[in-house]
């Protein structure tokens, strides 16, 4: 009937409103709302999920006219299992009950780089006087205002032949592990030095290893499916053939959630983002590398140890060089609390 007053139900005031994302519309779309509810996104994000939502192009109304259409009652249900998932994640960051049991190992591989790779390492030093150049130079030795370019000097030490070659060992080692044959690797490097590159192409040229990487002109869609790729487990024959690395950039250190199927990581080079002199901040760059072990040191780990490798370069005599400089800022006690504090 037309006439109101003679409805069973009478609206007596009326509330709309639009969000500009369907929040609980996807898997991905629930894991990335709870990540930042969750307080994981606090550094070296290079997707947010707003722009993940914007490059997507998905309409909520044209997903729900093309897609099956669903009952009332498991629409209900999904979401409200999707709020539940939600609720926990806002305190999950202070929750560590869920680590109980898993044990984070950290190991430092050291390798010796050769005698012609330490003159190039000493010759990368752009700016600094030739007679003090050596092994003990640090980035803070660097002046940008004197002309010194520490970028050479970074880039020379990450492709440093003998790291590619001790990665490859690492990840030969790690597969050869009893248990291990279908494991998959995360190995994260600077990509701002194009340390990623680096460590991609020494895999790509191991036919028994190879590697997946995130390519610039890789869409949205195309990401994801990589990513997936190590967020579950191998199903077909196809899965089984796929590379077992992948390379990821410190840029995307937030946000992922690998632990389901990887609990071994790789540090190709040790995070350093500045221009030399004062210009560093040891606690962002701690923050960062907390951030990349929080892909797979997380709640939802399977397994009981989670193993985290650093290689390490040193002189061609064992002279501590860059990466030990940094390993230990980086991990140094008080700058780890402070990363954590700055987190909270």
């Known amino acids: 009937t037309k006439d109101i007053h003679e409805r069973p139900i009478v609206f007596r005031s009326a509330i709309f409103g639009l969000t500009a994302t369907p929040l609980l519309d996807s898997t991905n779309r629930v894991i990335e709302l709870a990540n930042l509810m969750g307080n994981a996104y606090v550094t070296g994000l290079s997707n947010h999920w707003r722009n993940l939502e914007k490059e997507s192009g998905r309409d909520i109304f044209l997903s729900n006219f093309l897609e099956p259409k669903q009952s009332r009652e498991i629409r209900k249900q999904i979401y409200g299992k999707c709020q539940d998932y939600l609720d926990l994640a806002c305190c999950k960051n202070k929750n560590e009950e869920d680590m109980e049991g898993i044990e984070l190992v ?29 092994f003990a130079i640090k980035p803070e030795d660097f002046d940008v205002t004197a002309g010194h370019d520490v970028s050479k000097f970074l880039r020379q030490n990450a492709k440093l032949a003998c790291r590619g070659q001790k990665l490859v060992e690492l990840c030969k080692q790690i597969l050869s592990k009893e248990g291990n044959r279908s494991t998959k690797i995360v190995v994260f490097a600077d990509g701002r030095i194009g340390a990623g590159s680096v460590a991609r192409d020494r895999l790509m040229k191991e036919e028994e290893l190879g590697c997946t990487w995130l390519d610039e002109d890789d869409t949205v869609e195309e990401k994801n499916k990589k990513l997936a790729w190590y967020q579950y487990a191998d199903v077909t024959e196809e899965d089984k053939k796929r590379p077992r690395v992948l390379v990821l950039h410190f840029a995307h250190a937030a946000g992922l959630n690998l632990q389901a199927e990887c609990n071994n990581m790789i540090f190709f080079t040790p995070l350093y983002v500045g221009e030399g002199g004062t210009s560093g901040d040891p606690v962002s760059d701690a923050s960062t590398e907390l951030q990349a072990i929080g892909r797979v040191f997380r709640p939802g780990q399977p397994k009981s140890k989670v193993h985290v490798y650093c290689i390490e370069v040193e002189g061609p005599g064992g002279e501590e060089c860059l990466d030990t400089y940094l390993i230990r800022r980086n991990t140094d006690k008080d700058t780890i609390q402070m990363a954590v504090n700055a987190d909270d």
């Open 106 to 134: 950290k190991h430092r591989e050291k390798v010796k780089m050769s005698d012609k790779e330490g003159e190039l390492y000493k010759k990368s030093q752009s700016g600094i006087n030739p007679a003090v150049q050596g």
